[in-house]
């Protein structure tokens, strides 16, 4: 399958700190890319849609001046947590489509916030 | 907009034995419904989809059917491992929207 590259796999950041994370698809060209949130044992929860070369769509109660994303190449996205706090400690995971409506995942982000 | 439920939100099995998950979505509209299987602390990975133009699809010891008339879907591990342990989740994709529904996951655990 089609593989999707994200970076870092984990960071940790002091509180009030920026954090960017990287989302690549590596050999294809993604329009359209994902942003999910994951909490320990739950399912993934869709913050905001990356669409290159336009502003990103984020799902309600998502604050779109936090969690700023870019999608400045059809291979590349990218997810800044901004002035971070504990409470933004989670896993983070990205995913692009591929033609044919095939969704793959980065292999995801653990972000701590101390 | 989409809503995917599924269940049962855990399953153990013995080895050997199969395992099915079940999922329904509401959205008549939905035509592409994949499923995932995610370790602790790792990525989703895609395992097999489904597309409305279809019934049912296998792969090797997984299989999916679809029911579009009743609007659920089901995963069937045969002859499970331990390996097959993990978190796994159904999705469905509406044919009119971009954004994938997710159900909330079934942590399946293979007893040896």
């Known amino acids: 399958g089609a593989v999707v590259s994200q970076h870092p796999s984990r960071v940790i950041c002091k509180s009030g700190t920026s954090v960017k994370i990287e989302c690549r698809s590596l050999?294809?060209?993604?329009?359209?890319m994902f942003w999910y949130r994951q909490f320990p044992k739950k399912s993934l929860m869709l913050m905001a849609t990356s669409n290159e070369g336009s502003k990103a769509t984020y799902e309600q109660g998502v604050e779109k001046d936090k969690f700023l994303i870019n999608h400045a190449s059809l291979t590349l996205s990218t997810l800044t947590v901004t002035s971070a706090h504990p409470e933004d400690s989670s896993f983070y995971i990205c995913?692009?489509?591929?033609?044919?409506?095939?969704?793959?995942f980065g292999e995801g982000s653990w972000l701590t916030v101390v | 907009g989409e809503n995917v439920e599924q269940h049962p939100s855990t399953l153990s099995v013995q080895e050997g034995d199969s395992a099915v998950i079940k999922c329904t979505y509401s959205d008549s509209a939905s035509n592409y419904f994949p499923w995932y299987k995610q370790e602790l602390g790792k990525r989703p990975q895609l395992i097999i989809d489904?597309?409305?133009?279809?019934g049912e699809k296998k792969d090797q010891r997984i299989a999916v059917t679809l029911n579009k008339t009743a609007k659920h879907f089901s995963l069937h591990i045969t002859e499970t491992q331990p390996e097959d342990s993990a978190v796994y989740f159904c999705?469905?994709?509406?044919?009119?929207?971009?954004?994938?529904?997710f159900g909330a996951g079934t942590t399946v655990t293979v007893r040896a």
């Open positions: 995913s692009a489509r591929e033609q044919g409506n095939t969704i793959y």
């Open positions: 999705a469905a994709l509406p044919s009119n929207d971009y954004k994938l529904s």
């Open positions: 050999d294809f060209q993604a329009t359209t």
């Open positions: 489904i597309r409305s133009n279809v």
